[in-house]
């Protein structure tokens, strides 16, 4: 059975850091591409950073150089670490799955519930 679930989201103030986990079944573990989406209201689900099972990295060109993704394959784990935030970055965060990749949502099988990042100034 494919589980994700991600926590770690909250409030900052600008300039601030958080990083987000994803614990992923086994079963999710086995799939290629992961990766973290965004969506704040009013706006489509858009893709923010994936990995490969072999480490490959993509990022959205907003957030290259202070967001990044990496995975833990033994402790079944997705992260985002997330650096100088700002206010675009509020959102709500989703973990996924798939064999398709990039930052497509069509790529991704399978989603966690979501958590949501909120930067204030």
């Known amino acids: 059975q494919v589980q994700m679930m991600e926590s770690g989201g909250g409030s900052v103030q600008v300039g601030g850091s958080l990083r987000l986990s994803c614990a992923v079944s086994?079963?999710?573990?086995?799939?290629?591409?992961m990766a973290w989406f965004r969506q704040s209201p009013g706006k489509e689900r858009e893709g923010v950073a994936c990995?490969?099972?072999?480490?490959?990295?993509t990022y959205e060109d907003s957030v290259k150089g202070r967001f990044t993704i990496s995975r833990d394959n033994e402790k079944n784990t997705l992260y985002l670490q997330m650096d100088s935030l700002n206010p675009d970055d509020t959102a709500m965060y989703y973990c996924?799955?798939?064999?398709?990749?990039?930052?497509?949502?069509?790529?991704?099988?399978?989603w966690g519930q979501g958590t949501q990042v909120t930067v204030s100034s």
């Open positions: 996924a799955a798939g064999l398709g990749g990039g930052l497509d949502t069509r790529g991704y099988n399978f």
């Open positions: 086994a079963a999710a573990n086995s799939y290629p591409w």
């Open positions: 990995i490969t099972v072999f480490n490959r990295t």
